[in-house]
């Protein structure tokens, strides 16, 4: 240990103590043990004193510190280092650090001042307050402003305390150090930049304080400069206009869109408020927004076909004392949901299409929307299958309903076409609607009557102005095109319009007059119905009459006995046989039918009971032979009565006289003379039946030509009349349909006659009536398909 020594003189005055002063300088930090000096040596030389007599005198020190740090070898005498000395912690901020030690040694007592001065050595590095310190300045702030540092400490003295400051190479600041009064070392940062926060709101700095000491020692520091905010900085969104699609069927409450703004200042002067842009009209209906986080929330619903797309205006304004804002638009798409199906409207439609409209005519014009768009809104119509309609797109949106195929009012007045317009979207919405088209008549039915030939039969007798009959056409068309009017055609066979007329209106066909079946027994004509469309239409319909017999005409006798109120005589012999011809006799009907079927009876006196007449042929026969008892002359009353209801009846009376001999029989019937320059009765009936049948005959055959030129085929197929056939055997038959009578007599009698009333219409099929030589009759008949008039 080095140790440096100085010595003080004595203090004479202090009496009977000896004392002075001897100073020794030792650095700090030396070690335990350490020898500052051999103290016994230094006393005895600086005091005089014996050394061998230390030992005796007990030397010993006292130190004036509560801490002792020196003490002394009493064996050697030597100042040695009790304990290791921290100057800086001995003497605290002094430049000086001396320890004061009393050396006392006894008999005589003696105290000498040791002055122990400890040297500082460069044992401590500057110390900074803390490993940081902040220093805060304004973003605002001018260059060339100074801010204070704290310095370092450094316990070392002299040299070995701060000798200098440095600070670390940046572009903002540099470094200013002052001495101040205490002859301490200050710094101070000079600011040779403005600041931006936004750009850097932190700066680092270090600074390092260094010592004189050899070597060196230094300590750091990290400046922390803090930029402190100004509200300098607007609001600053991401985008100037946000773009969002949202589909109109998006649930209320729902986020459509989240803004970010940013605020590159901090606290209040960053803190960001959203809000809308006053005066936008209908978007706070539809739209709210978060003021703190700027989320755009839907709170009203959306459709797409009312507004495509909705632009907002937003404003984002910081919380600085002078609030600074930006804005930005957003604009919100509206995304088309198949939410629409198509709308069809009317735009025209005829009241009605003729039945005879030519394909491709126009009905109707139709306009097809849908409010969606994209393939939500492309639309496509049909009509409904099995109709004469379809449907042609205009353009666009339009479409016309037209006449594709043929129409028959008769058919289908009416249709009720179903246009459907779908949509593309998925899935797809359609909608219908029904127009109703009415199909106006056209005159293209001629009125119609059942039947091409109608048979009607009448009554004889029946009063004029009676119905005979009604017909009636259909015309299927409707209006003037259906009202039928009748009337007859004037170039019928016969006039028939003296004979009937018919209501134009109802049809109904009435007699002009009293029919009389023995004057005309049938007739034919022709009605016509016609309709009053433009141009009219019309048939025809044939009218058969067939008069009807009545009973209105009593059975007449053919001569010889047709005279009125006179009496014939027969003369017939005593010896005749039974079976024996005595006369016969004829009348005739005019009637036909039943009505003109005669039956013949006879009357004779009472308990006579010997003449028979045959029933159907007028024959009187004897029944048996004749006797004693019988009369000579017998009267005999002979009735005869047709089938009508009620019969006719006419009577003639026969005297029949009996004679001897065969030659007394008058030849009545037998033989009738004949004059030359006359006729008989019999042949002057028979010459105008003849001539009358011939007549008859023509009259017929040329109806019957005209009949073929004007009715129809089958006109009288239906109808057929009653004949009446002759036998061999001497009966007689009837035949309604040719008013034939055949009068045949029997082989014994003299001539036969014959009267015919031929019909103009030979029968296809007859109603037989035969009558045998039995006096009995079988009848069959067909009737006609006709209408019979009571």
């Not at 699609?245 to 605020?263: C, F, S």
């Amino acid at each position: 240990v080095s140790c440096a020594k100085s010595q003080t003189p004595a203090n004479n005055n202090v009496g009977s103590i000896a004392s002075a002063v001897t100073r020794y300088s030792i650095p700090e930090e030396i070690p335990e043990g350490s020898v500052v000096t051999n103290l016994a040596a230094d006393l005895a030389k600086d005091l005089g004193l014996n050394v061998a007599d230390l030992g005796s005198r007990v030397l010993h020190i006292v130190s004036g510190s509560s801490k002792k740090h020196f003490d002394v070898d009493l064996k050697t005498g030597a100042l040695f280092v009790l304990e290791s000395i921290d100057r800086e912690l001995l003497c605290p901020n002094s430049q000086t650090c001396t320890e004061i030690l009393e050396a006392i040694v006894n008999k005589p007592l003696e105290m000498h001042s040791v002055e122990i001065q400890i040297l500082d050595i460069n044992d401590h590095s500057p110390v900074f307050p803390g490993k940081s310190q902040t220093v805060r300045i304004a973003e605002t702030a001018f260059t060339g402003s100074k801010f204070p540092l704290l310095g370092a400490d450094d316990p070392d003295i002299g040299s070995n305390s701060i000798s200098s400051y440095k600070l670390s190479q940046n572009v903002f600041f540099s470094l200013e150090v002052h001495t101040d009064t205490t002859q301490r070392l200050s710094t101070e940062l000079v600011l040779l930049k403005n600041l931006d926060r936004e750009k850097q709101s932190m700066i680092r700095l270090v600074l390092t304080a260094v010592d004189g000491g050899r070597p060196s020692r230094s300590g750091t520091t990290e400046i922390i400069v803090i930029v402190l905010d100004a509200n300098d900085n607007a609001p600053v969104f991401s985008k100037s206009m946000y773009k969002v699609l949202v589909p109109e069927n998006v649930v209320l409450g729902a986020t459509a869109l989240k803004l970010n703004a940013t605020d590159l200042d901090e606290d209040a002067n960053g803190e960001i408020t959203y809000s809308f842009k006053q005066s936008q009209k209908g978007i706070s209906e539809k739209f709210s927004i978060d003021s703190s986080t700027g989320e755009i929330s839907i709170i009203g619903t959306l459709d797409y076909e009312t507004t495509s797309a909705y632009e907002i205006r937003v404003e984002a304004r910081d919380g600085g004392a002078t609030p600074l804002a930006s804005h930005c638009k957003v604009l919100v798409e509206v995304v088309d949901v198949n939410d629409n199906a198509p709308d069809i409207k009317l735009s025209s439609l005829l009241d009605s299409v003729r039945e005879d409209a030519k394909k491709g005519t126009v009905i109707a014009l139709i306009t097809v929307q849908d409010k969606d768009g994209g393939k939500n809104g492309r639309v496509h119509c049909f009509t409904s299958q099995n109709s004469p309609f379809e449907l042609e797109t205009t353009q666009g949106k339009y479409y016309s309903l037209v006449l594709s195929g043929m129409l028959d009012r008769e058919v289908t007045a009416l249709y009720n076409v179903s246009i459907t317009a779908a949509d593309e979207g998925i899935p797809p919405l359609s909608s219908t609607t029904v127009l109703t088209v009415h199909i106006s008549d056209v005159n293209d039915n001629v009125p119609r009557f059942p039947e091409p030939s109608i048979n009607v039969h009448v009554k004889e007798n029946s009063p004029a102005g009676a119905v005979i009959t009604v017909v009636s056409a259909r015309d299927i068309d409707i209006m003037e095109n259906a009202q039928v009017t009748y009337s007859l055609l004037t170039n019928s066979i016969m006039s028939a319009s003296s004979a009937v007329n018919i209501n134009s209106v109802t049809g109904e066909i009435y007699s002009m007059q009293s029919f009389n079946y023995e004057e005309i027994k049938n007739f034919q004509f022709q009605v016509q119905a016609i309709d009053a469309g433009l141009p009219p239409l019309s048939s025809i319909v044939t009218i058969n009459m067939f008069i009807l017999d009545e009973n209105d005409n009593r059975p007449a006798f053919l001569p010889p006995y047709s005279e009125p109120g006179s009496v014939n005589t027969e003369n017939i012999p005593y010896s005749a046989e039974a079976g024996y011809f005595v006369a016969k006799i004829r009348a005739v009907d005019a009637d036909s039918g039943y009505n003109a079927l005669l039956s013949y009876y006879l009357t004779e006196p009472k308990g006579t009971n010997l003449f028979r007449i045959g029933n159907s042929n007028g024959e009187i026969r004897t029944k048996r032979r004749m006797s004693d008892n019988d009369l000579k002359t017998h009267q005999l009353c002979v009735l005869v009565s047709d089938h009508g209801e009620p019969s006719l009846s006419a009577t003639v009376t026969i005297d029949v006289v009996v004679v001897e001999s065969m030659d007394d029989v008058r030849p009545s019937l037998r033989q009738v003379p004949i004059k030359e320059d006359s006729f008989s009765d019999l042949n002057l009936y028979l010459l105008i039946a003849i001539v009358s049948v011939s007549v008859i005959f023509l009259l017929s055959l040329i109806g019957l030509i005209a009949a073929k030129c004007y009715r129809t085929d089958g006109s009288f197929s239906g109808y057929s009349a009653p004949v009446v056939t002759a036998h061999p055997d001497g009966s007689w038959s009837y035949s309604k349909s040719t008013q034939q009578y055949d009068v045949c007599f029997s082989s014994d009698t003299l001539k036969s006659d014959v009267v015919v009333f031929p019909s103009p219409f030979p029968p296809a099929d007859a109603e037989l009536i035969s009558i045998n030589e039995g006096d009995t009759f079988t009848r069959t008949q067909t009737l006609p398909i006709g209408h019979l008039m009571s």
